[in-house]
């Protein structure tokens, strides 16, 4: 009976998983959560969290349900990815939503790191006499919201570091910028940005190549810029030409404006300029940014590999014969999760351990 509980649990779970993906682009910051009220074997009611400041899963979940189910709810087991909120946020706590809709059972994936609820959910629905199950599929749960996870445990993004090389190792033509990339795989660096909240790359790279770093080749919205430039380097001529002329607005020497915008935006640049990582940081909590693509160049990237800052890696091989600046060098301790071949180019994904 009880092997038989647990399959129907993670079955059920896994549903509540798929549901949460729903929910990516549109309900950062919040996490992904998805919900499945069941009677029996049958489904009376599913939801997702659609969009931030709009109802949980939970929520939508009970407005799903049909008047002539209501009554089976007394019996009914709800499944939710992550343990419902205690708290009076922009919507009411869903725990005080679950009690009074007198939901015999909830089954939860993970507990929520957020400091405002920790566990008291699952609490008050315990202390209002609901059964209680935690922890099925807790490493897919968990995993669904690894950047939600990190920023709250670690105070600090999701950290992705990406770039592409050579066969033999090198990433770029004698320090001059190379097509390594494929029409097809620049399409999916597109698409990983629009998945991301910010995206950084060094002072030399923004200086030598301008890259834009929007999504151009995808659909979403930009991830917002950041250029690494550490205190000694301040004193060095900065140039960010992230964006078109017409969007950037007036020139900085009509407008006579300082060419300094270290720790703010820039309406001429669209981009934030940091000299450390505390102040890359504290930015990023500040604006809620839970995850970061850094896309180099080398001593940008390696700086982070040094400093053990990295969630994912993301590594584009091209079978094409280039000497010019090697890559950087992968952490011993990367754990290579996905290879995927495009066009004739390689990605290798690695997790940290």
């Not at 090198?170 to 660096?189: E, G, H, N, Q």
């Not at 030598?208 to 991830?223: D, F, I």
């Not at 809620?288 to 080398?298: A, K």
């Amino acid at each position: 009976m009880e092997t038989n509980q647990t399959a129907t649990d993670e079955k059920f779970m896994r549903r509540c998983i798929q549901l949460a993906r729903c929910g990516r682009n549109e309900s950062r910051p919040n996490p992904m959560v998805g919900c499945v009220i069941v009677a029996g074997d049958r489904i009376l009611g599913e939801g997702y969290h659609v969009r931030c400041g709009e109802g949980h899963a939970e929520v939508n979940a009970f407005a799903s349900v049909r008047a002539a189910d209501e009554p089976l709810l007394r019996e009914a087991t709800l499944y939710v990815s992550l343990e419902p909120c205690s708290h009076h946020g922009k919507t009411p706590p869903c725990s005080d939503l679950i009690i009074r809709k007198k939901v015999r059972r909830v089954v939860v994936g993970c507990i929520d790191p957020f400091a405002e609820v920790q566990g008291r959910g699952i609490q008050r629905l315990r202390e209002a006499g609901i059964e209680v199950a935690v922890g099925v599929l807790e490493a897919e749960c968990r995993h669904l919201n690894r950047r939600f996870f990190t920023f709250h445990q670690k105070n600090r993004p999701y950290i992705i570091l990406k770039w592409a090389q050579t066969a033999d190792g090198f990433i770029d033509d004698c320090c001059r910028p190379t097509a390594i990339s494929t029409p097809f795989t620049k399409m999916l660096v597109h698409k990983l940005r629009a998945e991301e909240d910010a995206i950084l790359v060094g002072r030399v790279t923004a200086e030598r190549e301008h890259p834009q770093l929007n999504v151009r080749e995808w659909s979403g919205r930009s991830p917002e810029r950041f250029v690494f430039s550490r205190s000694e380097e301040r004193g060095t001529r900065r140039d960010f030409r992230g964006t078109r002329s017409e969007e950037r607005g007036t020139r900085s020497e009509e407008r006579g404006t300082r060419r300094d915008f270290r720790g703010t935006r820039s309406e001429e640049r669209g981009a934030t300029t940091v000299g450390s990582f505390d102040e890359l940081f504290r930015v990023c909590r500040e604006r809620q940014l839970q995850s970061l693509i850094v896309e180099g160049g080398r001593q940008t990237l390696q700086s982070f590999i040094d400093a053990d800052l990295w969630d994912e890696i993301r590594v584009e091989q091209a079978l094409i014969d280039k000497k010019g600046t090697p890559a950087p060098v992968l952490p011993e301790n990367a754990i290579i999760c996905r290879t995927e071949q495009f066009d004739g180019n390689t990605i290798d994904s690695y997790a940290h351990p």
